[in-house]
């Protein structure tokens, strides 16, 4: 086990699950944070993590009560993101949640006040903004490269988790749903770009009442009972005057939008997937042939996962480290419980539309988060430099 440093951020991890593996790998990338302590209600798993990352393994309540550990990595499933953040923040203990924040915008605000009355930090993810074509979309955006924003699109399609997550039915609950679960990627880059959401207005409906497992695992072969809409449109109404169509859906097999494009007064920008940190931004001025922005040789940009053979970015725990610095310099973090609570009460807002079938106001007023500059964004890597093997 490597030697404590003082200076840096103790990370304890909360939930040892798929995802844990991206966050847990990458977190050696960065200067300023230090992997801990794990936990998991399932103690083999916390095991199982603790030893390929030689770290200490401890049951929640212990690894909340530790004294090594500074921030609270929540990695939980989403129905268990509340009650874990607001223990850790009970705790004294900053912490950086996976999305949603939580599954209720109100317990979302609970967990954005009490940290604030606390005076400690709550971050969120999608850090993906943070990434090497965000900063750039977020960099032309602000240089006026399209003007201002008039209207676009927005697409999150496709078949759903079943056929490859062993135990997909969290993802088909309330709380769960195509909206809930992609939508923060899509809604955290709308807001990053063009400010605060006013209202909205969606329909909701579902492609299938029940779905088969078809994934290796526990659950092959056998059904569920579909709890939440999976085809969701719905029109945002940004504060700006923008107004996009967002649609995310878990019942389509094959598409050809684009995850992401802005039209404006001077010209329109597209975007790749805002899931991963990398990938192609492209801009045309006035209606000229696309300028493409390519990401590899950015920060944040170059293709590292899947590890065994690379076809994206991803770099999640960028917004741990973001977190950490902005601990030191007392600043805000910029993928924020702020943000992230919006985002929240955007897809609620979504849902909420999509039963009543009128438009539902957007009431929390959130800024855009500050642009992540080249220089601080290379700077929040360690000596390693980016690279790991
Ligand atoms: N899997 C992905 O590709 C992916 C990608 C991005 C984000 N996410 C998000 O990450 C989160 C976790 O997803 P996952 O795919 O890793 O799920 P998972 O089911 O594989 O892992 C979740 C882990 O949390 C543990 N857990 C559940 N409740 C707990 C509690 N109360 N206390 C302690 N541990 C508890 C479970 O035992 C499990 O090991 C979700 O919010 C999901 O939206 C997942």
């Given at each position: 086990?490597?030697?404590r440093s003082k200076t840096k951020l103790g990370v304890g991890v909360v939930g040892c699950g798929n995802i844990s593996m991206t966050y847990l790998r990458n977190a050696a990338l960065f200067g300023e944070v230090e992997l801990r302590?794990?936990?998991?209600?399932?103690p083999d798993m916390a095991a199982l993590r603790a030893s390929e990352y030689d770290i200490r393994a401890l049951s929640v309540d212990a690894l909340l009560a530790d004294a090594e550990i500074d921030l609270?990595?929540?990695?939980?499933?989403?129905a268990a993101h509340f009650d874990i953040s607001f223990s850790a923040l009970s705790a004294g203990k900053h912490v950086f949640t996976e999305k949603p924040l939580a599954t209720s915008a109100s317990d979302g605000r609970r967990l954005v006040a009490e940290a604030a009355e606390r005076g400690l930090l709550l971050g969120s993810a999608p850090d993906t903004f943070l990434g090497a074509a965000g900063r750039r979309a977020r960099r032309l955006m602000d240089e006026g490269a399209i003007g201002r924003a008039v209207t676009g699109t927005a697409f999150m399609m496709g078949r759903g988790m079943e056929h490859w997550h062993p135990n997909p039915q969290f993802y088909y609950q309330p709380g769960g749903g195509p909206v809930f679960d992609m939508g923060p990627y899509y809604l955290t880059m709308l807001v990053n770009l063009l400010g605060p959401v006013a209202r909205v207005m969606a329909m909701a409906t579902r492609g299938q009442e029940e779905r088969l497992i078809t994934a290796e695992g526990p659950y092959r072969n056998t059904s569920f009972k579909v709890g939440t809409p999976t085809n969701v449109l719905s029109l945002l109404e940004f504060r700006s005057?923008?107004?996009?169509t967002f649609g995310a859906s878990w019942d389509v097999f094959r598409h050809s939008n684009h995850p992401i494009e802005l039209h404006g007064t001077e010209g329109s920008l597209r975007l790749p997937d805002p899931d991963t940190f990398g990938g192609t931004v492209?801009?045309?001025?006035?209606?000229a042939d696309w300028a493409d922005f390519?990401?590899?040789?950015?920060?944040y940009g170059a293709r590292n996962w899947p590890f065994a053979a690379p076809d994206r970015a991803n770099y999640r725990m960028l917004g741990v480290a973001d977190l950490s610095r902005a601990l030191t310099t007392g600043r805000k973090p910029r993928a924020s419980g702020d943000l992230a609570l919006h985002v929240l009460e955007i897809m609620e807002a979504i849902l909420a539309s999509g039963e009543s079938r009128e438009s539902v106001a957007v009431n929390t007023k959130v800024g855009q988060p500050p642009l992540l500059g080249e220089d601080e964004a290379a700077s929040l890597l360690g000596d390693i430099g980016g690279n790991l093997t």
């Open positions: 086990m490597h030697g302590a794990c936990a998991d209600i399932s609270v990595l929540n990695l939980t499933i989403p005057g923008a107004t996009i492209s801009l045309s001025e006035r209606g390519p990401s590899e040789s950015e920060p």
